[in-house]
């Protein structure tokens, strides 16, 4: 990828930065010229990808974090503010996908858990980001939806609920924010080459030709491809957008 943002002396929280389109979104960050707080409940992947960018001199700190407990939540975007002092940017990214369910069958605690992360964790982040940008009167953040939070697909009723909720909380807030200098969107990444569509391919749930063949742009999206358009949106080029939900999904949804 070839940045071509200047983020110098900017602040960048990520959750989910331990893989996929977190860690690519925290390295993109960090090569364009910012401090990045990598948070995840996966505290070995977070503590390889801090010390990589580490060692690559980028300004960054590694926070383990389960972004369905509040109080994790709030304790990590206050660590980040103290360590370096400013909050511009966040990319709510964290998220699970359960394994694919008859909606007749779902059980309430898978129900219960895709929602405590993906939907709530976001919720939870975006609250105490907010907090901060809220005192400072500038900031952007970028909630991650799905291809999901724009139509539904047999058997994930549960992942699809919540992606389409966090479009909800993202228009909501953007809304409430517009005229105090925070902006606030949503990201709707379609079928990426991560680590989480990798289980899939494998578990037997998604067939990659298929996938692949699904799109208009005939392939797999990448992590890097998903960053670029979180940059954008948290850049002075996405100075006037506010409360989207961008798909970035290779025309799937154009369909
Ligand atoms: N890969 C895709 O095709 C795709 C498409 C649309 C949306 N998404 C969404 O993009 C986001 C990132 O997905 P990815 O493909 O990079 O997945 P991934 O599995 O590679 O990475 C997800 C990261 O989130 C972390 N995480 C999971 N639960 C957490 C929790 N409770 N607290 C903190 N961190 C937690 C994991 O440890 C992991 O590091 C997710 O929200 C996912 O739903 C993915």
Redesign the pocket.
């Known amino acids: 990828m070839n940045p071509t943002y200047d983020f110098t002396g900017q602040v960048a929280f990520v959750?989910?930065a331990?893989?996929?389109?977190?860690l690519a979104a925290a390295r993109a960050f960090s090569a364009s010229g910012a401090a990045v707080a990598l948070?995840?409940?996966?505290e070995d992947?977070v503590n390889a990808a801090a010390e990589q960018l580490a060692g690559e001199g980028r300004h960054v700190l590694a926070l383990v974090?389960?972004?369905?407990d509040e109080a994790q939540v709030a304790a990590a975007v206050d660590r980040t503010v103290a360590a370096f002092g400013r909050l511009d940017m966040a990319y709510n990214?964290?998220?699970?996908?359960p394994p694919p369910t008859d909606a007749a069958d779902e059980g309430a605690d898978q129900f219960d858990r895709v929602q405590a992360?993906?939907l709530r964790?976001i919720w939870a982040s975006m609250k105490h980001e907010l907090r901060h940008m809220r005192d400072q009167g500038s900031g952007a953040i970028v909630n991650?939806s799905?291809?999901?939070g724009l139509v539904g697909n047999p058997g994930r009723a549960a992942y699809h609920a919540s992606?389409h909720g966090v479009i909800g909380l993202t228009r909501s807030a953007a809304l409430e924010y517009g005229s105090r200098g925070v902006r606030i969107n949503a990201v709707c990444?379609?079928?990426?080459g991560?680590?989480?569509?990798d289980a899939m391919v494998e578990g037997g749930e998604l067939d990659r030709g298929q996938a692949e063949s699904g799109q208009a742009i005939d392939r797999l999206g990448t992590?890097d491809e998903i960053a670029q358009a979180v940059l954008w949106l948290c850049s002075d080029g996405a100075g006037y957008v506010t409360g989207i939900a961008l798909p970035v999904d290779g025309g799937y949804t154009a369909q």
């Open positions: 959750t989910g331990g893989s996929g389109m977190g948070a995840d409940v996966g992947a974090c389960d972004v369905s990214n964290a998220g699970v996908m992360v993906n964790g991650c799905s291809l999901g992606k990444p379609g079928t990426i991560t680590p989480m569509v992590a």
